[in-house]
């Protein structure tokens, strides 16, 4: 494993550690990346940071626990609940003494962000939810071809060998993609940098079978931040219409289509979209 980057920072929260990582302007309007299940902060790419960095804002992206180089559990054996998930994104603001951010949530982020925004609104600035879904009953179905690997899946990696992680991961990331063809190089960099940081990356599956906490669809409808969907138009996971649910539920939300995208971190194919969209409703 490589040493901390200089500016990663452990921050106490909950009992646990949480890794951290800060880019620009303390001072500027702060944003709060949080990732999807089984995404340690390095999926936030350093490119996308910089640029919203570049646009005037504070952006702080960190390794949910069981991700990077937060805290881990046994495998198979989470000792914590989705709220607990919830817990660390107010703990990470309160460590970096920020009373409120723009907050940013993808896939299972966007779950936590939703519920954020639900129970703590007064520390949600805005809110941008990408590639997720309020979950409940009424939405489109996975993709038939999606819900064959699931109900298949194939043998996972040799965690301990690092081209065999990242092969796991070029091949999750084709079965999630959309239309846009899938950049080998950018995944097999992003996850080797995964693998490098990561003491214990097979605990992130523990993601899967985190639950608790009452759903948040029937409280949609409270939401007060200014909220901003964005959803790719191929995501075989999370059809397009989930996306469409959201903004709908949310009152007064935007839903921004990104042409191509499945379920998947934004690609920089579609950052001309995403990167103004952010910064103009971070403003």
Not at 127 to 138: K, R
Request: aromatic share 6%; charged share 20%; net charge negative.
């Amino acid at each position: 494993m490589t040493n901390p980057a200089p500016d990663e920072r452990m921050l106490p929260v909950n009992g646990i550690d949480i890794c951290a990582q800060a880019f620009g302007d303390p001072a500027a309007p702060p944003i709060l990346l949080i990732g999807g299940a089984e995404a340690s902060m390095d999926w936030w790419e350093d490119e996308l940071c910089t640029r919203l960095a570049s646009a005037g804002r504070y952006v702080i992206r960190y390794d949910s626990r069981d991700t990077g180089r937060s805290t881990t559990f046994p495998v198979g054996a989470p000792p914590y609940t989705g709220p607990d998930m919830v817990a660390d994104a107010v703990g990470v603001l309160d460590a970096l003494g920020l009373r409120s951010a723009h907050v940013v949530g993808m896939s299972g982020g966007g779950m936590v962000a939703q519920t954020l925004a639900v129970h703590h609104p007064a520390r949600v600035a805005t809110l941008t939810l990408i590639s997720t879904s309020p979950g409940g009953d009424g939405l489109p179905s996975m993709s038939p071809e999606l819900a064959r690997r699931f109900q298949e899946p194939g043998p996972g990696p040799d965690w301990a060998d690092r081209e065999s992680v990242i092969a796991y991961f070029i091949d999750g990331e084709r079965g999630f993609a959309g239309t846009i063809p899938v950049d080998e190089p950018r995944i097999r960099r992003i996850a080797g940098r995964a693998f490098d940081r990561s003491p214990n990356l097979a605990a992130a599956a523990n993601h899967w079978m985190v639950g608790g906490g009452e759903p948040v669809r029937p409280r949609l409808g409270e939401i007060t931040a200014p909220t901003l969907v964005m959803h790719g138009t191929e995501d075989p996971l999370f059809p397009y219409g989930h996306g469409e649910a959201l903004a709908r539920e949310i009152p007064d939300a935007k839903l921004v289509p990104l042409p191509g995208v499945g379920h998947q971190m934004p690609p920089p194919e579609v950052w001309d979209i995403v990167i103004p969209a952010l910064v103009d409703h971070t403003a």
